[in-house]
């Protein structure tokens, strides 16, 4: 079983950056792969960026590469996302999630734990 509890959201204008936690209970966090995800109000929830067990590979979405970097620290059970040159379209619930495996870690169903969200929101 793992617990995942997301931090650092909050309110920033655009071209701003923000940094995400995510800190994980429970010994096996270093086994996981884990992802970061949002949901805008009204849409679906969509992948963000994904990071491997050992934090040797790391993936991202199109809408954000060059811009979000994933980091994971195995030693605090936390994992990260460093948001920087946010745009209003950034806006919404993030969560993080921790997925078994390597594959397809761009899909929700992969995961098999989440945490509860926590809201960016990006103004113009």
């Known amino acids: 079983q793992v617990q995942l509890v997301e931090s650092g959201g909050g309110l920033v204008q655009a071209g701003g950056s923000l940094r995400l936690s995510c800190a994980a209970s429970?010994?096996?966090?270093?086994?996981?792969?884990m992802g970061w995800f949002r949901q805008a109000p009204g849409k679906e929830r969509d992948y963000v960026a994904s990071i491997s067990w050992s934090g040797g590979n790391t993936y991202y979405a199109d809408s954000v590469k060059g811009r979000f970097t994933i980091s994971r620290d195995n030693a605090k059970n936390t994992v990260y996302l460093q948001m920087n040159s946010l745009k209003p379209e950034d806006t919404a619930v993030y969560y993080c999630?921790?997925?078994?495996?390597?594959?397809?870690?761009?899909?929700?169903?992969?995961?098999?734990?989440w945490g509860q969200g926590t809201q960016v929101t990006v103004s113009s």
């Open positions: 999630a921790a997925a078994y495996g390597s594959s397809r870690l761009y899909q929700t169903p992969r995961y098999d734990y």
């Open positions: 429970g010994r096996t966090f270093s086994t996981y792969a």
